[in-house]
Each structure stands twice: as C-alpha cells, then as structure tokens.
C-alpha cells in the first residue's frame, strides 16, 4: 500500500520514516520530492580501461564539489553519480521507491538506471545514476528538485532488514540513531 502525504507526515511523526531536512512545500499527494546534493561522482576515462562487474572491476572515479546554485554539466550519453541532499530512511514495516521527474525526463535526464528500490530499515543518501540521453549538455544545480519518493507500507515485518548489510551502507549511515524503529517479533 501506498502512503498519501497524510501518512508519510504521520510516518515522519512517529519516526517509521527519515527525511532530514524536511521541508513541507516539498510533499506532494503521494510522494516527496528530493534535491540533488553538491558532490558527484565522474569516471575517470584515462585510468578506466573496462568494466567488469564480473571480476569486481569497476571504473576509476573522481569527486566533483559543486556550491549550491552552481551549475554542474552533464554532457550528452555521460553518466555520472551524484548525491541526495536529504538523508532518509524506514523501518521494518516500510519500503521507499524511487522515480525521476517527468520534466527533466522530457528533457533527456535519467536520473536511476536500476536502483529504484531502498528496502526496508534502510536509512541513507541515495546516490543518483545520472545519465544525459539528450544531444546537447544538460545543466544541474545542487538543490534543485530532481527526483520524487514513495512510500509503502509492506503487509508484514521484514525478516531482516538493511540496516547495516549494503555494500554502500556504512558509510552512508554512521551517524544515524532512528528515533524509533519498528520491532521485529518472533514468529
């Protein structure tokens, strides 16, 4: 089941769900729109030969810091990674789903390839697959909205959960203390 803004504030209220800062103007009916981060990831074409998820081989990266309203290009079929501004996260009891914004998809942005999924006890700064499918550059600014999140409450607990078991989780969630997650019950 899908939550309506009316629950993702209860949920926010009660501490199911992180949005960290949390902004009103931000909640739609369904869903909350997120803001691009300042730091993005770019590969580094003269030191990445191949890739080769297979063998763990993986393309050299750079960082790139950007200031809040400078622009950062995305040249056309270039796919970069760039963060959330917002922290967020769910208990046991909730899942969160990623979609790009029409507008900027109109405009030839990607903004997730695959991972559009965040399970549930999750709590972190998503990173963005951004890719430009246009033919002309395509100009970001940290802080614009860039993409939108749903909510839904799962039928049952989890098993288990995330927290702490990605392979990109500890060092995007060190310093997150949920206010009150979910308990787990014996079955």
């Given at each position: ?16 769900i992180v949005i ?106 998503p990173t963005f ?46 310093h997150f203390v ?10």
């Amino acid at each position: 089941m899908f939550l309506s803004d009316i629950d993702i504030k209860k949920g926010i209220k009660s501490g199911a769900i992180v949005i960290e800062p949390f902004s009103q103007k931000r909640l739609q009916m369904a869903s909350y729109d997120v803001t691009l981060g300042n730091e993005f990831q770019v590969t580094d074409r003269h030191s990445t030969g191949v890739i080769d998820p297979f063998n763990n081989v993986y393309p050299k990266t750079r960082t790139i810091k950007v200031k809040d309203g400078d622009p950062f290009i995305l040249h056309p079929g270039e796919s970069v990674l760039g963060k959330q501004k917002e922290f967020i996260g769910v208990d046991h009891e909730h899942l969160i789903l990623l979609s790009g914004k029409s507008s900027l998809a109109r405009a030839g942005l990607v903004v997730h390839n695959t991972a559009m999924l965040f399970n549930p006890g999750h709590h972190f700064y998503p990173t963005f697959e951004l890719v430009n499918t246009n033919n002309v550059p395509i100009i970001l600014r940290p802080g614009m909205e860039i993409a939108q999140l749903l909510f839904a409450k799962l039928t049952s607990m989890t098993s288990k959960g995330y927290d702490g078991h990605g392979r990109y989780d500890k060092k995007n969630s060190t310093h997150f203390v949920p206010k009150r997650t979910a308990v787990r019950k014996k079955i």
